[in-house]
């Protein structure tokens, strides 16, 4: 009787053996069937009882870059303890300043040397001394041997522990992959016997099949959900833009909304407005990044501009002290990038940006700033700011830590902590902190307070206004539990976590 298989399932059966396990990847070839496809063919065969498809999953071994250099210029140790006998170490110390040279060995590879000459038995080295064991063989390092196994594509006379001992060293990296036989069953014989015959394969119902009654005839293809498939890493939001989405969200369901201004700024709305004297080193003390061209801008509001540079020299009310410093308009009107986003909640206070507002008013924005910081785990030259303000009667700091203990509760952080602190622009002024969840440590996460009238009064606002300003990349770091900030960020950062880290929402 003869049997009715698609093309590829005839093809894989011809070249199947009934003797011998056989590699998908020589039958494939053979069948002239791409691998994907002889897979296919051979599950479904498979299935119908006509071939036995085992599988195993096999190490692959390669060399890593630094393997690969060790194999062709020797592993350090050996260049090492070869240097120390051509100096006759074996009889006398020599002076490891003298070896290196010889040994074409500095940096790390001096580290590397040292560590591994010892542990192997090459000798013995005593501050500063190299004492060369004159029985030791490099002949027969079997980490060499290994090297050189692997290179050669045949590792299986290599013992377990040294390619461990390799993979320790970052010589030799490993991945699994699975190796498939395929063999003709009895069953398949006797189909072979038959005869088998290649059927019409269609992968879909048209109208035609069913109108000209030939979809009886025809032979469906069926889909395998199991099938190794190549994987494709489509583009995907940066976890830093979804969590900025996702705090944007939640302020706008606290009731807030969004500000928007310039990245280059005034210092008048940067610092000025925020009551910081112009000769003070607060002024500086983000070491914000200042523009070359243009250096200013001119269309600052003549009369906030007034009333700001009286506050800061005779200051507000009718006990007020200013800073009776110089105040120039020349510094107000440079230009920065600016160092923080308050310089937006004074735009929008002033009535500059949207017209006066009316209390109770809630603002925010999530917005890149700029400072001139030294780079490390916890600080980039710019980051993103979640700043934020209410204008409202009578403010209490109750009011801000429990607008705080709302925010940061909604990702899952409940422990904060305040700490009392100092501004030039509120008073009272709080720190933020949360807990680490890998490390423990107490990560600060923002800064805050209550407008003073020096900031206040100039802008035209009567109510009491509470602000703060937030670091985006800090609630990540106690979200995820990310320990520096370049894991997310710039050139270091880890590609495998962007692509396959989850948001919560
Ligand atoms: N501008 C402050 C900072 O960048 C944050 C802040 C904003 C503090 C508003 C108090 C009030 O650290």
Not at 77 to 94: I, K, S, T
Not at 299 to 324: C, I, K, N, W
Request: proline content about 5%.
């Amino acid at each position: 009787m003869t049997t009715r298989l698609p093309p590829a399932q005839v093809a894989l059966l011809e070249a199947a053996d009934a003797e011998t396990d056989r590699p998908m990847t020589d039958l494939a070839g053979e069948a002239g069937l791409k691998p994907e496809a002889a897979t296919r063919a051979a599950f479904e065969l498979d299935d119908a009882g006509f071939v036995a498809v085992s599988e195993e999953t096999e190490d692959s071994l390669a060399l890593t870059a630094e393997g690969e250099r060790y194999r062709e210029e020797g592993l350090p140790e050996l260049r090492l303890y070869e240097a120390a006998l051509d100096a006759g170490a074996d009889e006398e110390p020599v002076g490891l300043g003298d070896l290196l040279p010889e040994a074409g060995l500095d940096g790390d590879a001096v580290d590397i040397a040292l560590a591994n000459f010892a542990r192997k038995g090459y000798g013995e080295v005593d501050s500063g001394s190299v004492r060369a064991d004159p029985d030791a063989d490099p002949g027969a390092d079997a980490e060499r041997a290994a090297l050189e196994a692997v290179a050669a594509g045949d590792a299986s006379g290599v013992e377990e522990a040294t390619l461990e001992q390799l993979e320790r060293r970052d010589l030799l990296g490993r991945t699994e992959r699975t190796v498939r036989q395929v063999r003709l069953t009895d069953e398949g014989v006797t189909a072979l016997m038959g005869g088998v015959e290649a059927a019409e394969r269609v992968d879909r119902v048209t109208p035609e099949l069913l109108t000209s009654g030939e979809w009886a005839e025809v032979e469906f293809a069926e889909y395998n959900v199991e099938a190794d498939a190549e994987q494709y890493q489509g583009g995907r939001e940066h976890i830093l833009r979804q969590t900025a989405n996702r705090v944007k969200d939640v302020l706008v369901g606290m009731g807030f909304e969004e500000m928007e201004g310039p990245h280059v700024d005034a210092q008048f709305w940067i610092n000025d407005c925020l009551f910081m004297p112009q000769d003070h080193p607060a002024r500086t003390h983000w070491d914000q990044f200042a523009l070359e061209r243009p250096d200013a801008i001119r269309e600052l509001p003549e009369d906030l501009v007034e009333r700001v540079r009286s506050a800061h020299l005779d200051g507000v009310g009718e006990d007020g002290e200013g800073y009776h410093s110089p105040w120039d308009i020349e510094t107000a009107e440079s230009l920065d990038l600016r160092g923080h986003t308050t310089s937006l909640s004074m735009r929008y206070l002033s009535g500059y940006q949207e017209g006066d507002l009316e209390p109770p008013q809630r603002y925010f924005s999530v917005e890149k700033v700029y400072r001139n910081d030294t780079l490390d785990p916890t600080h980039l030259l710019e980051f993103f700011q979640i700043e934020g303000w209410v204008m409202a009667e009578d403010l209490s700091v109750r009011d801000l830590m429990g607008t705080f203990e709302e925010f940061y509760d909604q990702f899952g952080i409940t422990d904060l902590e305040f700490k009392p602190h100092y501004n030039p622009y509120t008073e009272p002024s709080f720190e933020l902190f949360g807990t680490h969840p890998e490390t423990g440590e107490l990560v600060e996460v923002g800064n805050s307070g209550i407008f003073r009238d020096e900031v206040t009064e100039p802008l035209g606002v009567e109510a009491d206004v509470m602000a703060w300003g937030l670091s985006l990349e800090r609630l990540l770091m106690l979200i995820y539990g990310f320990e520096d900030i370049r894991d997310v960020h710039g050139t270091l950062c880890d590609l495998d976590l962007l692509r396959n880290v989850e948001v919560m929402h």
